[in-house]
C-alpha cells in the first residue's frame, strides 16, 4: 500500500485558516476515494471530508461549508481547504484511502499515518 503523510497543521485563532496536505509516495489517480479523518481527545475518529475520482466531495455536517477537499493527482497529493476555523476543529487530522464497506458504510483501508495536530485556540 501507499504511504500517505500529513502535514500542514498548527496552532490557528477562531475564524483562522489552514490547508492541510496529504502527500502519498505512489500514484493515487486510480484510487476512487480519499478522505479526511479527524479525531479529538476522548473522541472517536470521524470522516469530515470525502473525494472521488469524478470530482464528487461529501463533507461532514460540522465542516460544510468551511472546508474544502481537492485532490491533485500529478502530485499525489490530497489538500483540506479549512475556513472559518472553530475550536471544536481542534483534532488530530489524518488521511486514508476510503472504500464502501458492508451496510454502505464508509472505511478506511489503510493504516493510520502520525496525522497532523490542528489547534483552533484564541
Known amino acids: 500500500q501507499v504511504q500517505l503523510v500529513e502535514s500542514g497543521g498548527g496552532l490557528v485563532q477562531p475564524g483562522g485558516s489552514l490547508r492541510l496536505s496529504c502527500a502519498s509516495t505512489?500514484?493515487?489517480?486510480?484510487?476512487?476515494?480519499m478522505g479526511w479523518y479527524r479525531q479529538a481527545p476522548g473522541k472517536q475518529r470521524d470522516l469530515v471530508a470525502l473525494?472521488?475520482?469524478?470530482?464528487?466531495?461529501n463533507y461532514a455536517e460540522s465542516v460544510k461549508g468551511r472546508f474544502t477537499i481537492s485532490r491533485d493527482n500529478a502530485k499525489n497529493t490530497v489538500y483540506l481547504q479549512m475556513d472559518s476555523l472553530k475550536p471544536e476543529d481542534t483534532a488530530v487530522y489524518y488521511c486514508?484511502?476510503?472504500?464502501?464497506?458492508?451496510?454502505?458504510?464508509?472505511?478506511?483501508?489503510?493504516?493510520w499515518g502520525q496525522g497532523t495536530q490542528v489547534t483552533v485556540s484564541s
Open positions: 486514508n484511502v476510503v472504500v464502501l464497506a458492508a451496510a454502505g458504510r464508509l472505511r478506511a483501508r489503510n493504516s
Open positions: 505512489g500514484d493515487i489517480s486510480s484510487i476512487e476515494g
Open positions: 473525494i472521488r475520482t469524478g470530482g464528487v466531495t
